[in-house]
């Protein structure tokens, strides 16, 4: 994709490169039993989306952690959760892959295309969970998707890239957890029909990656509850896919 902005979105930051290499080459590796799979359907440039379907908060870790450096990777979050306090917005626009948002505005808001349109065009790469939840419960299925990724690829065209986890719910020292990388769908722009029609087929396209749910082995699983906990559970209950 030509760049249309003077921002390289793709380049990586010192910052980053630190933090990547501390999250994904000592944290994530020491902590689980990590297996990716279809690195290579990675497209070599940025200008894309990639969409995963979402089991706890290590998704997009692993996605920023084994996911070449560059293209950056770019999540989108509200504003309020991190610029404030003053510790988050400090890392955040160091490290940065972060795209802001007023939450009251919603997923589809004028201002939120342009920033990810900037972004793709700018060589990044846009990172989505189109469930719009974290899932209660692995199952090997996932939840029906939000408009705002088919809303995304046909306003910009940007092919979609489908991520399939496993394991990353229920988290113990040494578990097993799988990422799997699918083929590109290619992108095309267009109207609510093509963004139907791109929902559509990322999301049977992400069914057919997931394998089914990991079986929980017997015998004790050490730190299960405080993984569990730190990386999965909040107040609130989540949907279950069935």
């Known amino acids: 994709m030509v760049a249309a902005t003077s921002r390289n979105y793709a380049k990586a930051t010192i910052a980053f ?4 290499f501390i999250v994904a080459k000592i944290i994530l590796k020491i902590l689980f039993r ?21 089991l706890s908060w290590v998704d997009p870790f692993l996605m920023l952690g084994y996911f070449p450096t560059e293209p950056r990777i770019y999540f989108i979050a509200a504003r309020e959760e991190v610029y404030h ?8 626009e160091r490290v940065g892959g972060v795209i802001p948002i007023e939450r009251d505005k919603g997923g589809a808001s004028r201002e939120l295309l342009n920033l990810v349109k900037e972004t793709l065009e700018g060589g990044g790469v846009l990172g989505m969970f189109p469930e719009g939840d974290v899932s209660g419960r692995e199952t090997g299925k996932i939840l ?17 890239v489908p991520v399939a986890f496993s394991g990353t719910k229920e ?15 290619p992108g095309r722009k267009g109207g609510k029909e093509v963004s139907a029609t791109m929902t559509e087929e990322t999301a049977a396209a992400l069914l057919e990656l997931l394998p089914p749910p990991m079986p929980t082995p017997p015998g004790r699983k050490f730190l299960y509850k405080f993984l569990t ?8 209950e989540h949907p279950t896919p069935e």
Do not use: C, D, S
């Not at 490169?17 to 990547?20: G, I, S, Y």
């Open 17 to 20: 490169r630190v933090v990547r």
């Open 34 to 54: 990590i297996k990716i799979e279809g690195l290579e359907n990675l497209p070599k440039e940025g200008g894309y989306i990639l969409a995963g379907n979402h």
């Open 85 to 92: 306090p003053a510790w988050r917005r400090f890392f955040t």
């Open 144 to 160: 029906p998707f939000k408009r705002g990724l088919g809303f995304f690829a046909a306003a910009t065209g940007a092919p979609i």
């Open 171 to 185: 988290l113990w020292v040494r578990r097993p957890i799988r990422m799997i990388v699918g083929k590109p769908i």
């Open 229 to 236: 906990n730190l990386f999965t559970q909040e107040v609130k």
